[in-house]
């Protein structure tokens, strides 16, 4: 068997994506294990995936360009040209002719397709007929940045020419790795200078006082230092302001309907620096399984599991903050999860928004009087944002919006937008997409 390299390791997670429509972060991970690849060669192997996956829509528009015959490629020789097209366009370390020969080697009974379309690629680039912005600039920018053109149309609608071409550019960075420093056994200076004794690029982040980037680490988050000793949590500065504006007091009684893997549910626990109780209410009793041993490893102890439906939950009635982090499109995690925007499709954040009104009515009837439900989704579209809140505010009149900037602290108000809301973007804030409304109830 040859042995792996980059490429290979690259070409075998995208063809899982494409087959199974599996996560490309899951099967890197258990194939990079398996690799025996160094260091240098597992960043390249991540690299050439998630580039792939971010410029799809472009790479196939070339490959398509100077495709002699116009048939259906096999997906196995169009994820080699893909990987080939990524390096010759997007990366200026590695010589153009080595991605050829590399492509050409994969290749196998395409040898000749291969060689001859990325050749003819080479010399005749300028003749790519990338469509005119003045004539149709939806599908310009929807190939300039590789999105779905349906899902650019409706950002232009939203948010305007200049606005959607930042988001898109902001969608193709890869995100840096955002820390929340665990306040119960460190603090944000402490880590920031553990870290940059250590070598690596650290600095505090904007809006959230416990977080902390670190740039290029070069490594899993699990081999830092600290990450054992459970100094942090891995944690975008947009989630850790969703935590901050529910702002739980000291010994208050929190639920978290849909809790994943906990991340937020264990932010909430330290910030009230465990003189309170968390519920963690989840689905899939694998996610609470992950959530328990972060919780031992943070030394956490006030968050409790529940594998439960939120819609089949008995009222309680009692909690004084429920949070409800709802299932959503996740347009907003698309530095992270580029994938995402060639899964959604353009009837979904309609039909999901029918889901989170329904999980927004069962978490309201577990919040106590005078309690505070607050619902946040890692997305941008208005119907699974404003529009469900509207809807929600609309049909429940003890309830009532409670601004965010009334709630945050300093750093992070600028997240507050005009009408009450938490909006983190990517292209604003360099932040993941997070939208959060903080509800009192009467």
Not at 7 to 27: G, N, Q, T, Y
Not at 42 to 61: C, K, N, P, Q
Not at 72 to 89: F, M
Not at 410 to 437: C, I, N, S, Y
Request: net charge positive; proline share 5%.
């Amino acid at each position: 068997m040859p042995k792996a390299d980059a490429r290979s390791v690259a070409l075998k997670a995208l063809l899982k994506v494409e087959k199974s429509r599996a996560f490309p972060d899951i099967i890197l991970r258990r194939d990079l294990s398996l690799s025996g690849l160094d260091e240098r060669d597992a960043r390249l192997a991540t690299e050439l995936t998630y580039g792939v996956i971010r410029h799809r829509l472009r790479l196939d528009f070339v490959i398509d360009t100077f495709l002699r015959e116009k048939k259906k490629l096999d997906t196995r020789v169009r994820c080699i040209l893909r990987i080939a097209l990524y390096q010759i366009l997007f990366l200026d370390r590695i010589p153009k002719s080595a991605a050829v020969n590399e492509a050409v080697k994969a290749a196998g009974w395409a040898k000749s397709l291969v060689n001859g379309l990325l050749r003819r690629a080479l010399r005749e680039m300028e003749k790519v007929p990338w469509p005119d912005p003045g004539a149709d600039l939806a599908s310009h920018l929807s190939l300039k940045y590789s999105h779905p053109v349906w899902l650019v149309e409706r950002w232009l609608g939203e948010l305007g020419a200049e606005e959607t071409a930042r988001l898109l550019a902001a969608n193709n960075q890869v995100a840096p790795l955002t820390l929340r420093a665990n306040t119960l056994k460190t603090s944000q200076k402490e880590l920031v200078r553990l870290l940059g004794d250590a070598g690596f690029a650290a600095r505090p982040g904007r809006f959230a006082p416990d977080a902390v980037i670190v740039e290029s680490p070069g490594r899993s988050p699990g081999e830092l230092p600290g990450f054992r000793e459970g100094l942090f949590q891995i944690q975008d500065e947009g989630s850790q302001a969703v935590g901050l504006l529910g702002a739980p007091e000291r010994g208050a009684r929190v639920l978290d309907c849909c809790a994943g893997l906990g991340t937020k549910a264990l932010h909430l626990a330290m910030l009230m620096e465990e003189t309170g109780s968390v519920d963690a209410l989840d689905l899939y009793a694998w996610k609470l399984e992950a959530l328990k041993k972060d919780a031992a490893r943070l030394s956490i102890s006030s968050v409790a599991t529940m594998a439960s439906d939120l819609l089949e939950f008995a009222p309680q009635a009692g909690y004084d903050l429920v949070l409800l982090d709802a299932p959503c499109t996740g347009l907003g995690t698309l530095r992270r999860n580029p994938d995402i925007k060639w899964r959604v499709q353009r009837k979904d954040p309609r039909r999901l928004a029918g889901v989170q009104m329904e999980l927004l009515a069962s978490a309201a009837a577990q919040t106590r009087p005078g309690g505070a439900l607050v619902y946040a989704v890692c997305t941008i579209t208005h119907e699974e944002t404003g529009g469900v809140i509207d809807a929600f505010l609309e049909g429940n009149s003890r309830f009532s919006l409670e601004p965010a900037s009334r709630v945050l602290p300093p750093a992070a108000k600028v997240l507050a937008d005009p009408r009450g809301f938490l909006r983190a973007m990517p292209q604003r804030h360099e932040t993941d997409g997070f939208f959060a409304a903080r509800l009192a109830r009467a």
